[in-house]
């Protein structure tokens, strides 16, 4: 039994598809409004009710679609959750993720980060997405691998890049630069994360968060800070 977001769920054998006439009017993934559409239907449909609980004919209804033109676009409920997994990595990569290469002050744009990495984490549906993805994981692994590539390893990617244009100015000294995004990101949620996974009555404070960004900061320049002793 799955627990998301404080309700249990009991699975669902996988429901056979019917035999619903499917909309032709595009191919798989040729028109980008109508997708859009399928995954914001999925996505409350997933993140109120779970994976499990969730029903290819809940999530049409939820996207005002047909099921058969849900089918026309994911092969399945898992096609359809695995790029959904996709989109919200892609969204919140491209909000927390923007490091300025010209910034001359590195803890100055390590600790936004930090803060913008911090706030994203913590969002309700990112920590639904979390738990579902951790849930389903063990018998959907290429989900997990979805997730883990298009979010932690994505945003170790953005971070390296930043960090290896310090290291080209003298700034830093690292050797190997997504290890060392990978340590910071790590760092800044330590002690954040957690709690908020499994069900923490209240958020994080904000002295908490500032402690551990700047904790984070501190620890990562002493490393590899060029001037360091």
Known sequence: MT??????????????????PRDTGHGA?????????????ARRVFFERGFDAASMADIARAAGVSKGTLYVY????????????????EETAER??????????????????????????????????LRTVIAISAKFPDIGRRFFEAGPCEGVSRLSVYLAAKVEQG???????????SQFLTLCKDGVTIPALIGAPDAPEAAAVEKSVKGAVRVFMRAYGAARN
């Not at 803890?107 to 997405?129: C, V």
């Not at 700034?171 to 995004?181: F, S």
């Open 74 to 89: 994911f092969e399945n409920k898992e096609d359809l959750f695995a790029a959904l997994v996709g989109s919200e990595c």
């Open 3 to 20: 627990d998301i977001g404080g309700a249990d769920f009991k699975p669902r054998s996988p429901e056979p598809r019917d035999a619903e």
């Open 96 to 129: 927390m993720f923007v490091v300025d290469a010209e910034e001359e002050d590195v803890e100055t744009a390590l600790t936004k980060l930090g803060y913008s990495f911090i706030r994203a984490i913590l969002r309700p549906s990112n920590i639904a997405l």
């Open 29 to 41: 993934g040729q028109d980008p409004e109508k997708r859009s559409q399928i995954l914001a239907g």
């Open 171 to 181: 700034v830093l000294d690292i050797e190997d630069v997504e290890q060392a995004a």
